[in-house]
């Protein structure tokens, strides 16, 4: 029997690599979903106005994930090859229960337990929409904040990661995020089929600008968070 471990703060998440299948991912999205809809109902932090946002703040501004786990994590979780080997369906599993973790660690509110059901019949990309509904508008407000000096020391890679994965709640895609200091301040959303989305600083705003010419400015970044 082997055993794959991912080490998050304070959790070991176990899954055994043994008779594995789709529908034991796809019951732990229902699961997530539960748990992140908790936390969006939850207001007994002092001085925290909206805990999910909390929670999603702190992975996304730490260095525990890296930016494809925070896809599957936060906003993508039904964009997951689940033809593969049993190993891959672990990983994805695991995924599920490192935001399970990090939900129960900073709020202190359980996983919650699910009643057996034909999980099968569920639809998986239905549930990857229940997911954006509810982790979209926690990223918007969290952009809404870097940008009005909440967060004074955001680094362009965290603020370009977080646009990416606000994005990808908005049209389902996983984006590959790059930035750029010099010659121009940039962030770069890749979606690996040659498709790019580009943001670049004006007189201290984020712009999203033309793909081929970077001078032409297409959107201020705030209209994208309405």
Excluded at 54 to 76: K, N, R
Aim: aromatic share 10%.
């Amino acid at each position: 029997m082997k055993t794959f471990c991912v080490l998050i703060p304070f959790f070991y998440v176990n899954v055994f690599a043994v008779k594995l299948a789709p529908t034991n991912y796809i019951e732990e999205i229902v699961i997530t979903n539960i748990h992140i809809q908790q936390a969006s109902n939850y207001n007994h932090i002092p001085g925290v106005e909206n805990v999910l946002e909390h929670v999603i703040e702190s992975i996304a501004y730490g260095h525990e994930y890296g930016i494809d786990q925070l896809y599957f994590m936060i906003a993508l979780p039904d964009k997951v090859n689940l033809t593969n080997t049993q190993e891959h369906i672990a990983e994805h599993i695991n995924r599920q229960r490192a935001m399970q973790a990090e939900i129960t660690v900073k709020l202190s509110i359980p996983v919650p337990h699910v009643e057996i059901q034909n999980f099968e019949d569920l639809d998986l990309t239905q549930l990857g929409e229940d997911r954006r509904l509810l982790t979209g508008p926690a990223l918007k407000n969290i952009i809404r904040r870097a940008l009005s000096g909440y967060r004074p020391n955001a680094t362009l890679s965290q603020l370009c990661h977080l646009i990416g994965l606000m994005m990808s709640t908005k049209v389902g895609k996983i984006f590959t995020t790059t930035h750029e200091i010099y010659p121009n301040i940039l962030c770069i959303l890749w979606d690996r089929a040659d498709h790019y989305i580009k943001y670049r600083v004006f007189e201290g705003q984020l712009w999203q600008v033309a793909d081929d010419y970077i001078d032409k400015k297409l959107e201020p970044l705030w209209a994208q968070l309405s």
